[in-house]
């Protein structure tokens, strides 16, 4: 079984989305930031870097979220097309959310929400190139269903980030085509469950969760 350690922040989410799509059953370990066990030498060896998520496969550890999507697709042959180009066009989008909508929603969701001073112009600066981003996901949602086509670990690393765009004070006003992949991959049965994950600490259900006993949720 999969372990998954995690907490409930959009990267977070990415990876219980994913292996909910697979039905891949999984054992989930919420760390707590408060008590910083992302740091503790158990989780660093781990992940050295010290941060959510990681999963650990039969004694083998990935970290990063865009390595370990990359990691379950592969492992399953799913949610990514097995030839040269497919594979390339998922993986551009997943570079897209990993280098750009991620980073520059992360800064604005600090600057915006976080930071002890109100730096406006770091604020602008990060809500307008998210806001430039999310016109880019627009454009080309305009040409497909998904971003990559099909659907694939492209959308699920994206979706969990442009969702919770408010709390960045960010806008997906106008941008008809993000808005309607947004529902679309909201209704997603497997999608529901992933924003499930970690439960709460004082759901007695929260430490050890498989796939297909949330199937019965």
Known sequence: MIELYTAATPNGHKISIALEELGLPYEVHALSFDKKEQKTPEFLRINPNGRIPAIVDDGFAV????????????????????????????????????????????????????????????????????????????????????????????????????RVHDWAGVSVDGLEHLQRWLAALGERP????????????????????????????
């Open 63 to 162: 970290f990063e979220s865009g390595a370990i999507l990359i990691y379950l697709a592969e492992k399953t042959g799913q949610l990514m097309p097995c030839d040269a180009k497919g594979r390339s066009l998922v993986l551009q989008w997943l570079m897209f959310q990993m280098g750009g909508v991620g980073p520059m929603q992360g800064q604005a969701n600090v600057f915006f929400r976080y930071f002890p001073e109100k730096l406006q112009g770091a604020i602008d600066r990060y809500q307008h190139e998210t806001r430039r981003l999310y016109e880019v996901l627009d454009s080309r949602l305009g040409e497909a269903e998904y971003l990559a086509g099909d659907y694939s670990i492209a959308d699920i690393a994206t979706y969990p980030w442009v």
């Open 190 to 217: 497997a999608v529901q469950r992933g924003l499930l994950v970690p439960r709460r600490p004082d759901d007695e259900n929260s430490v050890v969760k498989t796939a297909q006993s949330m199937l019965t949720r």
